[in-house]
C-alpha cells in the first residue's frame, strides 16, 4: 500500500542553521514525489516535485530510490521559512495520467532568530 | 481573479443535520479532489473527480457525499452519517503535470 511518512511532528532550527525535513514513501510503482508548503494564513502550495529537480526558496530535495526517501533540504534557515511542510506522493490511476496523492502527516518547521 | 474559491469560510452545524460546502473554479482544470485536514493527521483524501459527471471515493469517504455536474463546480456534502465532521476541508484542483491547486479551505464546527 502506498504510505507518506515525516517521522517529525515539529522541527526547530536557529537562523542560519542547515535544516533537513524527513520523508519517506512506500509505493510498488514508479514514485513521483512533492514537497508541499503551508505559510501561516496561507493557502498550501506547491514548494518542489522532484521531477524538475530545481531549487526553490533555496530548498532542494533529492529522490533516492534506494532509501525510499524525498528528504527536503535547505543550508541556511531562514525566519521566513517558518511554515508547515508536507510531502505528497503521486499515483496513477488506470485510464487517467493525473491519479492521486497521499499526503505525509506534515512537519511544523520553527526557525528562530 | 482566477483560482478556487470555497465557500463559506466557517460553517457551525447542529448534530444531526447535513451541510454543503462549495468549492469553485475558474482554471480549466479537470480534476478536483476534497481533502480533510486535522491536525496531526495530515491530508486525507475524500472524494476525487477526474471529468464531469465521473468521481471516486478517497480514503475516508464514509459519510460524505459529492457531485460533478459541471467542470467549475465540485461540491462536498457532508451527511450525519459522518460521525467526527468537525474538521478544516480543502478543495484542490490539478492540471495535467500533476500540481496540485488549492483553495482557502472550510473549518466546520459540529455543536
Known amino acids: 500500500a502506498q504510505r507518506v511518512t515525516q517521522p517529525e511532528k515539529l522541527l526547530s532550527v536557529f537562523k542560519g542553521a542547515p535544516v533537513e525535513l524527513k520523508c519517506n514513501y512506500s509505493?510498488?510503482?514508479?514514485?513521483?514525489l512533492f514537497w508541499y508548503v503551508q505559510y501561516s494564513r496561507q493557502r498550501l502550495q506547491l514548494l518542489l516535485r522532484?521531477?524538475s529537480r530545481e531549487s526553490i526558496k533555496g530548498f532542494t530535495a533529492d529522490l533516492n530510490k534506494g532509501e525510499t526517501s524525498f528528504h527536503l533540504k535547505k543550508p541556511f534557515a531562514q525566519e521566513e521559512d517558518s511554515a508547515m511542510y508536507y510531502c505528497?506522493?503521486?499515483?496513477?490511476?488506470?485510464?487517467?495520467?493525473?491519479?492521486?496523492?497521499?499526503f505525509g502527516r506534515g512537519t511544523q518547521l520553527t526557525v528562530w532568530p | 481573479d482566477g483560482g478556487i474559491t470555497q465557500s463559506p469560510k466557517y460553517l457551525f452545524r447542529k448534530e444531526g443535520q447535513n451541510v454543503t460546502l462549495s468549492c469553485e473554479q475558474n482554471?480549466?482544470?479537470?480534476?478536483m479532489y476534497w481533502y480533510r485536514q486535522d491536525p496531526g493527521q495530515g491530508l486525507r483524501l475524500i472524494y476525487y473527480?477526474?471529468?464531469?459527471?465521473?468521481?471516486q471515493k478517497g480514503d475516508i469517504a464514509e459519510g460524505y457525499s459529492v457531485s460533478r455536474e459541471k467542470k467549475e463546480s465540485f461540491p462536498l456534502t457532508v451527511t450525519s452519517a459522518q460521525k467526527n465532521p468537525t474538521a478544516f476541508y480543502l478543495c484542490?484542483?490539478?492540471?495535467?503535470?500533476?500540481?496540485?491547486?488549492f483553495g482557502e479551505g472550510s473549518r466546520l464546527t459540529v455543536l
Open positions: 484542490a484542483t490539478a492540471r495535467g503535470t500533476g500540481e496540485l491547486f
Open positions: 482554471l480549466n482544470h479537470d480534476a
Open positions: 509505493y510498488s510503482g514508479s514514485p513521483e
Open positions: 505528497a506522493l503521486r499515483t496513477a490511476d488506470r485510464g487517467s495520467t493525473l491519479g492521486r496523492l497521499y
Open positions: 473527480s477526474q471529468i464531469v459527471n465521473d468521481f
Open positions: 522532484h521531477i
